[in-house]
């Protein structure tokens, strides 16, 4: 096995120590002109919009992973180590992935840059404030919903019923207390009425941002959006476009809507654009990155959020499937440590060898892996090392997947950057010229809305089927009868289990999905349903990342990560 240094720096110490390249360097790389890019400073750009629609000649790859445990299990890592990998090896690679949100990374999960040698920089503007796109994002919300409550309040001409509003706040922080809220208190403030917050990445907005192709079809997605209903029997819905919003809020999302060069460690490309939550949204960088990524290179890096059965199968059956793509290959992201938590080993305990919990744990990798074939994709599995893992560990994790009949590679990217990666990417470029992908998408969005609520559950999760909560089940009929049938489905369930329940670890059988709640985002184009206890807004761990960062006097910053 590769040894491993006795210390690796931090993720902001080696990001401060990196010296990058000229952006306008990095575009050059990939044949585009100084003219063709609008600067945000010296080492940040946005894309033109025509590289967007450019045909393709680039081949995709995902990035996916087994289920987490509350740390990740390294894939932005391992995204970020093979498009570094590639490029060593003499390959036109460009890496795609979401933007981070504030939430996490002043809670507990940190940025999601990559990490150790395989990041992307500047790490410490992308983890913050950026290109501001999400602010362009909360503006374009918040204007919908400051121009629905001022409807109520001077007539509401269109009937719209304060009961059966359904477009909520947002803002880019996990703060618990804004889950429920009362607005409108006080004589000339409005109607008062409930109201409720989601983070930014459960914005329908960012949803539409991710998926929209060009300007048109950004502003005929946000006037699809719908914002409530009208009172009485007929319930009809109430859309963007109704409250004539939509011109005002495309204008606040021109620049949002083109996606962000900027590169890794190792001076190479990358593109970093919008970042809908896996376990909430759709988890999914935006398609028009992808795009730009795929006229732009002979291979793109992309990775989807937590899981196979969150991410991966909505990257497949949602992006792919209204975008277009063809992906030839997967990397599943496998990890000792999550391993021996599917096995039964509480989480302070992880970083202790424990060969036969480890053990107890590999049929979790057997279930990604076949999460995956079954779309027509052939899987790679990179094993993820980490400090604390023993040879022993490693070598059966790795026995394992070679027995699955899938190619399989140790990546020591956190440590050694691209040069950990070589053998990934040489795995991924024999998988390449195998040339075996027959992409598929799991179901036909014909279907009806239960059905394929169901088969995702039963295919993807393992479960023997779905129960609906009575709110649930009226609200597929209201969907079905306006005109929300013919979609794809987003679930949002627990990234920690396979089923709804974040405790049942391993690969259960003899369970059931719960759906609570079923509702449609007409914008995004899909039909959301909520499993379990998932929550849109999170809140604040007791001790938050955000109490040990500061800004120091030299101008750097200290605990970002």
């Given at each position: 096995?590769?040894?491993?240094?006795?210390?690796?720096?931090?993720?902001?110490?080696?990001?401060?120590?990196?010296?990058?390249?000229?952006?306008?360097?990095?575009?050059?790389?990939?044949?585009?002109?100084?003219?063709?890019?609008?600067?945000?400073?010296?080492?940040?750009?946005?894309?033109?919009?025509?590289?967007?629609?450019?045909?393709?000649?680039?081949?995709?790859?995902?990035?996916?992973?087994?289920?987490?445990?509350?740390?990740?299990?390294?894939?932005?890592?391992?995204?970020?180590?093979?498009?570094?990998?590639?490029?060593?090896?003499?390959?036109?690679?460009?890496?795609?992935?979401?933007?981070?949100?504030?939430?996490?990374?002043?809670?507990?999960?940190?940025?999601a840059a990559g990490g150790g040698y395989s990041q992307v920089l500047p790490m410490d503007d992308i983890n913050l404030h950026f290109t501001g796109d999400f602010h362009a994002i909360s503006s374009t919300h918040a204007l919908l919903a400051a121009m629905l409550d001022n409807h109520l309040y001077h007539g509401n001409e269109l009937g719209i019923d304060p009961k059966r509003i359904t477009w909520p706040r947002t803002i880019d922080m996990n703060d618990r207390a804004l889950r429920q809220a009362i607005i409108g208190v006080g004589a000339g403030n409005g109607m008062m009425r409930e109201e409720r917050w989601v983070i930014i990445p459960a914005s329908e907005i960012m949803a539409i941002v991710a998926l929209a192709s060009d300007a048109e079809d950004l502003e005929r997605r946000l006037g699809n959006i719908v914002v409530g209903t009208t009172a009485g029997k007929d319930k009809r819905p109430i859309h963007a476009r109704d409250l004539h919003a939509t011109g005002a809020m495309t204008l606040l999302l021109k620049d949002a809507l083109r996606p962000n060069l900027v590169q890794t460690l190792e001076g190479g490309p990358a593109i970093l654009h919008c970042g809908p939550f896996g376990n909430i949204a759709h988890g999914c960088n935006s398609l028009v990155a992808t795009r730009a990524g795929l006229a732009l290179a002979d291979i793109v890096v992309t990775e989807a959020g937590f899981g196979s059965d969150l991410g991966a199968e909505k990257f497949f059956d949602i992006k792919c499937r209204f975008g277009g793509l063809n992906p030839e290959a997967a990397v599943l992201v496998t990890t000792v440590r999550s391993l021996k938590m599917q096995g039964g080993v509480p989480k302070n305990a992880l970083d202790t060898e424990n060969l036969e919990a480890l053990e107890r744990g590999l049929p979790h990798v057997a279930h990604h892996v076949n999460n995956v074939q079954q779309f027509g994709v052939p899987v790679v599995v990179a094993l993820n090392r980490r400090l604390t893992d023993t040879d022993a560990e490693l070598q059966m994790v790795a026995d394992y997947a070679a027995s699955l009949g899938v190619r399989v590679a140790l990546a020591n990217v956190w440590a050694e950057g691209g040069a950990g990666g070589e053998a990934l990417a040489r795995e991924v470029l024999a998988q390449l010229a195998e040339g075996t992908a027959a992409f598929r998408p799991l179901y036909d969005t014909a279907r009806p809305i239960r059905e394929k609520i169901n088969t995702v559950a039963q295919r993807v999760y393992g479960a023997d089927g779905v129960d609906f909560s009575p709110a649930a089940e009226k609200s597929i009929d209201w969907l079905e009868a306006n005109g929300m049938a013919d979609t794809p489905v987003c679930m949002a369930k627990t990234q920690y289990s396979l089923t709804d329940d974040p405790s049942r670890l391993g690969v259960p059988t003899g369970f059931r999905i719960t759906v609570n709640e079923v509702y449609g985002s007409a914008g995004a184009g899909f039909v959301v349903a909520k499993c379990g206890d998932i929550m849109t807004m999170p809140g604040l761990a007791k001790k938050p990342a955000a109490e040990s960062m500061r800004l120091r006097a030299d101008g750097t910053i200290e605990g970002l990560s």
């Open positions: 096995m590769t040894a491993i240094p006795p210390r690796v720096p931090s993720d902001i110490e080696i990001a401060q120590q990196a010296t990058m390249r000229p952006i306008t360097d990095v575009a050059q790389e990939l044949g585009l002109g100084a003219d063709d890019i609008d600067l945000y400073g010296r080492y940040k750009a946005k894309l033109p919009m025509a590289v967007t629609a450019a045909p393709p000649r680039g081949r995709l790859v995902l990035v996916t992973a087994i289920s987490p445990t509350p740390a990740g299990e390294g894939k932005s890592t391992v995204s970020v180590g093979l498009s570094q990998a590639f490029r060593r090896l003499g390959h036109n690679a460009v890496l795609c992935m979401r933007e981070p949100s504030l939430g996490p990374v002043f809670g507990v999960k940190g940025g």
